[in-house]
């Protein structure tokens, strides 16, 4: 007997479900839905503090600006997919435009138990194929894995996490031990 085929969604039909129940988040990936849970409190908190962090350095430097979602990257008609933060490069020196198709730098999911499959397998090889650096932020594990493009494995950081984005002078240094007391309530 033949093997049935998965279901390919739209990006439409995703978003007809995101109008129907807006306590979930939907994406999907190469016709792939995925579908999340309303996000953990630690989540939330270690979004807002990279938010603040990111754009603390992002925005002076010029290098573009700190997005979080639910904010749509569109790839194609089969692929929407809404990263827990992103940032956008400048587009002629100013910032895109709403209708604007800009491909995010640098693209960041913080981890969840119901998310983790889809966070580190099939958003990572999307990322991967349209060459954008991606970042993992685990709680659990209190640890950040770096994948860059084409890599086939990624830098895994604990310590100490620095970011050189290409082109830029400046880096950015994230504490992680710090940061994840912060977003655990531990310190």
């Known amino acids: 007997m033949p093997a049935l085929s998965p279901r390919l969604w739209s990006v439409e039909e995703v978003?007809?479900?995101?109008?129907?129940?807006?306590?979930?988040?939907?994406?999907?990936?190469?016709?792939?839905?995925?579908?999340?849970?309303?996000?953990?409190?630690?989540?939330?908190?270690?979004?807002?503090?990279?938010?603040r962090l990111l754009s603390d350095f992002v925005e002076p430097t010029g290098l573009g600006e700190v997005l979080v979602s639910p904010a749509d990257v569109y790839v194609d008609g089969r692929t929407s997919v809404q990263p827990d933060l992103f940032v956008?490069?400048?587009?002629?020196?100013?910032?895109?435009?709403?209708?604007?198709?800009?491909?995010?730098m640098l693209v960041?999911?913080?981890?969840?138990?119901?998310?983790?499959?889809?966070?580190?397998?099939?958003?990572?090889?999307?990322?991967?194929?349209?060459?954008?650096?991606?970042?993992?932020?685990?709680?659990?594990?209190?640890?950040?894995?770096?994948?860059l493009p084409g890599a086939d494995h990624p830098h895994i950081w604990s310590d100490r996490f620095i970011w050189s984005p290409t082109g830029q002078v400046g880096q950015w240094v994230l504490e992680l031990p710090e940061f994840f007391s912060a977003v655990l309530g531990q310190g």
């Open 108 to 147: 960041v999911e913080v981890l969840s138990p119901a998310t983790a499959r889809h966070d580190r397998l099939v958003k990572r090889v999307l990322y991967q194929r349209h060459m954008v650096e991606y970042w993992i932020v685990d709680l659990d594990a209190q640890l950040l894995e770096c994948w």
């Open 88 to 104: 956008l490069p400048l587009v002629n020196g100013r910032l895109a435009g709403d209708a604007e198709a800009v491909d995010p």
């Open 15 to 51: 978003h007809a479900l995101q109008e129907q129940d807006p306590g979930s988040r939907y994406e999907v990936v190469d016709g792939e839905l995925l579908v999340s849970p309303a996000p953990r409190r630690s989540h939330q908190r270690a979004v807002a503090r990279l938010l």
